[in-house]
């Protein structure tokens, strides 16, 4: 199995306070990661940390280049990147939005192509926000901006994404829609890290980080026993993971 992200000795520090404790970890290229652990473990830093967008020390590698050698231009066609409450104009028009992801594509000045519309349409569809198109961000729900900007990371067509609780204000049906649609990614050969506070939904993942005060305490497949312990664990064993009608499901300790 070849690896698309990597990091050795990763330490971040915001605030002078270090948050990322010389972290090493290798994510599987094509697959789903999720990355999960109670508040303050370090999730969102360590998403941030491989996208480029916090500085760090010690290495980040994409595809085994480091990544502070990459130039903009070129990182921006490896990666696309959804983050928590990202700020976008809400006087933009969705269709627009969206074709903000084809930008790393086009040259400077250029008009999108035929090639540009047609991946923005069919991101739009494949997050059932083409109906929307002509409307501004501003007139939509919280969930229906969120959908519309998976579409605009989704329109990039990278081999790496990168999604910040890409769940947040989506109700359980565009939830599912969302698992459907990091399937069809995975299929394409996109390598999927998010992170997820819905621990139920991070089970569907082929592989789970679980992190806690900015370490990586476990790291495995999501169907092995280890993994589901140590995400128990993490929450101080006050949930617990078991196998219902062929699901894995999150109850109460109590239960």
Request: some cysteine; glycine content about 10%; charged content about 20%.
């Amino acid at each position: 199995m070849s690896i698309a992200l990597q990091t050795r000795g990763l330490k971040v520090a915001l605030g002078g306070h270090e948050v990322l404790h010389g972290m090493d970890l290798d994510v599987t290229a094509g697959h789903w990661t999720c990355v999960v652990g109670p508040n303050g473990a370090g999730k969102s830093t360590l998403l941030k940390a491989l996208a480029g967008l916090l500085p760090f020390q010690g290495q980040v590698l994409w595809q085994g280049r480091s990544l502070l050698e990459m130039a903009r231009r070129e990182r921006a066609l490896a990666l696309s990147w959804l983050g928590q409450g990202e700020a976008t104009s809400l006087d933009l028009r969705v269709l627009d939005v969206v074709m903000l992801g084809r930008l790393p594509h086009q040259d400077w000045w250029s008009v999108p192509s035929p090639a540009d519309h047609a991946m923005v349409e069919a991101a739009l569809k494949a997050t059932q926000a083409w109906d929307w198109r002509e409307r501004s961000l501003g007139e939509l729900s919280g969930g229906e901006r969120q959908r519309v900007l998976l579409a605009r990371a989704m329109a990039g067509n990278a081999p790496i994404m990168l999604m910040d609780e890409p769940l947040a204000n989506l109700d359980p049906p565009h939830q599912v829609d969302w698992l459907e649609q990091v399937q069809c990614l995975k299929a394409q050969g996109t390598t999927v890290v998010s992170v997820l506070h819905e621990i139920g939904m991070a089970l569907h993942a082929d592989d789970v980080v679980v992190m806690d005060k900015g370490l990586v305490v476990h790291h495995g497949p999501c169907d092995h026993e280890a993994t589901r312990r140590a995400m128990e664990a993490v929450f101080e064993h006050r949930i617990r993971i078991l196998p219902v009608d062929g699901q894995w499901v999150v109850v109460p300790r109590s239960a």
